[in-house]
């Protein structure tokens, strides 16, 4: 958005009155002073206006170990939220990119930058997302096959994209996604009437599940892995 538009939002000053503070020098982006009123302010930037401090919010990105029975939500009436898990000096204007239902446990990606979370998440994206499945029968020879051509969804009238199943051992398998339909790991393990006793996200496109975190415990990601999306 152009400076002179977001200090009109922000403060008090109506456009005219904002033009002559900034011609006045008393408008700082990220400590400079800027006279131009079509000057775009970026998300993060920090925004000064007549020595008052707007806007000086640092992005941040964690992955978070999530336990079973927390809910993937930034508010519950009843359920201890991800977000409670995440101290409040930097729990402020975080969302979940790619949610777990409540007894999935495993990587979960929080952050305060919608732009770069998008990329996670958007369909069009297909960022991969393994998950590790135990169900309650041995998964069937056929299951492989299945899951490369793709199961329909009659609900959301489609047919899913070709998943890759690799199996540990008949209860265990690994399943990779490149998308994220409602309960999908269970409907597709549903199909052949095999309960998903036990779910656990093991890594998103790329960005693994750090085997240092306990569940409930949370790191900031490194600027190598903020760069894998
Ligand atoms: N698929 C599911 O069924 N549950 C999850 O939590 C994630 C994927």
Redesign the pocket.
């Known amino acids: 958005m152009r400076i002179d538009r977001y200090l009109q939002l922000n403060t008090e000053y109506s456009l005219r009155q904002v033009r002559t503070l900034l011609l006045d020098g008393q408008v700082c982006i990220d400590d400079r002073v800027v006279r131009d009123p079509a000057r775009e302010v970026s998300r993060f930037a920090k925004v000064v206006c007549d020595g008052i401090v707007l806007n000086d919010s640092r992005p941040c990105y964690l992955m978070l170990y999530k336990p079973g029975g927390v809910v993937s939500a930034t508010e519950h009436p009843e359920h201890t939220t991800v977000i409670d898990l995440i101290p409040e000096s930097y729990r402020q204007d975080l969302h979940i990119a790619g949610r ?2 409540l007894n ?1 446990t495993g990587l979960l990606i929080l952050t305060n930058d919608g732009h770069w979370s998008r990329r996670i998440t958007q369909p069009e994206s297909k960022v991969a997302k393994v ?1 590790r499945v135990e169900t309650a029968q041995p998964v069937v020879d056929e299951a492989e096959a299945v899951f490369q051509q793709g199961i329909y969804f009659r609900y959301e009238n489609l047919t899913t994209l070709p998943a890759g199943l690799e199996r540990i051992s008949p209860r265990v398998s690994r399943l990779t996604l490149y998308e994220g339909r409602y ?5 597709m393990f549903g199909y052949f009437a095999n309960e998903v006793t036990a ?1 656990h996200r093991e890594s998103v496109g790329g960005l693994v599940l750090d085997p240092g975190l306990e569940p409930g415990e949370h790191r900031h990601l490194t600027e190598e892995e903020i760069g894998l999306f």
Do not use: G, N, W
């Open positions: 777990l239902d999935t998950y309960h999908q790991v269970k409907r779910l």
